[in-house]
């Protein structure tokens, strides 16, 4: 089945480090790739997204690619700020399931230190 | 402002009382659902909704009812709550028609329940 590996966290950093979120998934289908970010008490808001190999989805400086041949989809970012402390989550949507379901990761909690 | 809207935000249940929470979008997504959150699984699927009179069961629906009778409100119902449902439940909808999930999901803010 399909599934959504991404690296325990936390990861903590300090304020214009680099950033990089490990992302693997399995999939039998055509799947297109998300990443969603959930700020403390709040909903999952969709960070980024790509819908086929070689694809970059990028957006607010954070960027990742969509590599089949390496089935990954690891998020980063040049430099971290403060307010981009949240919790990350790797997603997956495949074409071929009719549920139209999201499957996640675990979620990342990054730490920002000014 | 446009979007989902879930309620109530906080709520404490004693193990066997029932109760519904309710999940309203502005946006005419055809396609609605609802999950739930628990440390360190991501998100998991309980019920989904691809338009009006139409459901459908997601990963862990058991202990846990929806009905779709218009196309903003999709409300879950916990038929006899147990600790197990000690959980953060989120709405998410979409439109239908993206076939390349291209949209990505409109979340809402999250409903925290504790049943004791």
């Known amino acids: 089945g399909n599934s959504v590996t991404q690296m325990e966290g936390p990861v903590t950093l300090s304020e214009e480090a680099f950033l990089t979120i490990n992302c693997t998934y399995t999939a039998t289908g055509y799947p297109s790739l998300f990443w969603y970010v959930q700020y403390p008490g709040e909903g999952l808001q969709l960070l980024l997204k790509a819908t086929k190999a070689d694809d970059k989805g990028s957006n607010k400086g954070f960027e990742a690619t969509y590599r089949k041949e390496t089935t990954s989809f690891h998020l980063e970012k040049g430099s971290v700020q403060v307010s981009d402390s949240a919790v990350y989550f790797c997603a997956l949507s495949d074409r071929m399931d009719s549920s139209y379901k999201l499957i996640f990761g675990s979620g990342t909690r990054l730490l920002v230190r000014p | 402002n446009a979007g989902v809207t879930q309620t109530p935000k906080f709520q404490v249940l004693k193990t066997g009382q029932s109760m519904t929470l309710q999940c309203a979008q502005d946006m005419n997504h055809e396609y609605m659902s609802w999950y739930r959150q628990d440390p360190g699984m991501g998100l998991r699927l309980i019920h989904y909704s691809v338009g009006a009179g139409i459901t459908d069961q997601g990963e862990v629906p058991n202990g846990y009812n929806v009905s779709r009778s218009t196309t903003e409100d999709f409300p879950l119902r916990l038929l006899s709550a147990a600790p197990s449902q000690t959980s953060v439940y989120f709405c998410?909808?979409?439109?239908?028609?993206?076939?390349?999930?291209?949209?990505?999901?409109?979340f809402g803010s999250g409903t925290r329940l504790t049943v004791v």
């Open positions: 998410a909808s979409s439109y239908f028609a993206d076939k390349d999930r291209d949209y990505g999901y409109t």
